[in-house]
């Protein structure tokens, strides 16, 4: 169901901003024209038959999008829709509570980043941050009133430390993959240490995720071999899978 919002995130920018549709990810458990024609129906005022915490998510999103015109917006609708439901339907315990945290982590980061980078409106963003992260709110409303020199140190006493705050200064400077590393790593790490874990959910939630993280960066070599990119350009984001 990842790949069904990934999807209804795509079409639903694409219509709203009349944008030529991009092909869309072949994995989720919605044919992906069956999700085009459905948000076709939603925009057109028809009824939709697609699942309620999805319908839910794209109403929400059309709505805010009304109110802010932005693309991120619509982003971090689906986002925090996507991660109501994964803490509606995982098990409340200490390692999922964990993975929750850092996956809430690095939505609200990123996207308070990007705002930050695009000089954007942030306040749309602020208003529907997904809780449940370590970082607190408070911590991405003073990020958004202080300078641009100053925002790294906000981040230094969080979680994560400096390590982060150095991150995002990186981030702030040239492009949001490394946060998306950042975050990635922490996230694999959780992953690796399972397999010390007693056989169970967790064991099958890490091992499944890894199997993406390895798939992912498969796709990595494969593309910068068509594009004819040296592999020391992606040896680190290759590297924390493989290791």
């Given at each position: 169901i990842k790949y069904d919002?990934?999807?209804?995130?795509?079409?639903?920018k694409a219509r709203l901003f009349k944008k030529e549709?991009?092909?869309?990810i072949q994995w989720g458990t919605i044919p992906c024209d069956e999700i085009i024609r459905q948000i076709d129906f939603l925009l057109s005022?028809?009824?939709?038959n697609i699942p309620e915490i999805l319908l839910n998510a794209i109403?929400?999103?059309?709505?805010?999008?009304?109110l802010h015109n932005s693309a991120m917006i619509i982003d971090m609708v689906l986002d925090n829709f996507f991660a109501t439901y994964l803490r509606g339907v995982l098990p409340g315990n200490e390692y999922f509570s964990r993975w929750m945290a850092i996956y809430a982590d690095w939505l609200n980061t990123k996207a308070v980043v990007r705002a930050l980078h695009l000089e954007i409106?942030?306040?749309?963003?602020?208003?529907?941050?997904?809780?449940g992260g370590d970082i607190?709110?408070?911590?991405?409303?003073?990020?958004?009133?202080?300078?641009?020199?100053?925002?790294r140190t906000i981040f230094s006493s969080t979680e994560y430390g400096r390590e982060l705050s150095d991150t995002i200064a990186t981030a702030m400077k040239t492009n949001l993959a490394s946060l998306d590393l950042f975050f990635r790593t922490r996230l694999i790490a959780i992953y690796k240490?399972?397999?010390?874990?007693s056989y169970g959910e967790e064991l099958i939630w890490a091992y499944a995720l890894l199997q993406l993280e390895e798939i992912g960066a498969l796709r990595t070599i494969l593309r910068a071999k068509a594009a004819n990119i040296p592999m020391d350009a992606v040896k680190e984001v290759i590297s924390i899978v493989m290791e």
């Amino acid at each position: 169901i990842k790949y069904d919002f990934q999807n209804a995130s795509v079409v639903l920018k694409a219509r709203l901003f009349k944008k030529e549709l991009p092909q869309l990810i072949q994995w989720g458990t919605i044919p992906c024209d069956e999700i085009i024609r459905q948000i076709d129906f939603l925009l057109s005022g028809e009824k939709s038959n697609i699942p309620e915490i999805l319908l839910n998510a794209i109403l929400q999103a059309k709505k805010s999008f009304s109110l802010h015109n932005s693309a991120m917006i619509i982003d971090m609708v689906l986002d925090n829709f996507f991660a109501t439901y994964l803490r509606g339907v995982l098990p409340g315990n200490e390692y999922f509570s964990r993975w929750m945290a850092i996956y809430a982590d690095w939505l609200n980061t990123k996207a308070v980043v990007r705002a930050l980078h695009l000089e954007i409106p942030i306040k749309p963003i602020l208003d529907v941050l997904i809780p449940g992260g370590d970082i607190e709110s408070e911590k991405f409303i003073a990020a958004a009133e202080a300078e641009i020199e100053h925002i790294r140190t906000i981040f230094s006493s969080t979680e994560y430390g400096r390590e982060l705050s150095d991150t995002i200064a990186t981030a702030m400077k040239t492009n949001l993959a490394s946060l998306d590393l950042f975050f990635r790593t922490r996230l694999i790490a959780i992953y690796k240490y399972t397999q010390y874990c007693s056989y169970g959910e967790e064991l099958i939630w890490a091992y499944a995720l890894l199997q993406l993280e390895e798939i992912g960066a498969l796709r990595t070599i494969l593309r910068a071999k068509a594009a004819n990119i040296p592999m020391d350009a992606v040896k680190e984001v290759i590297s924390i899978v493989m290791e």
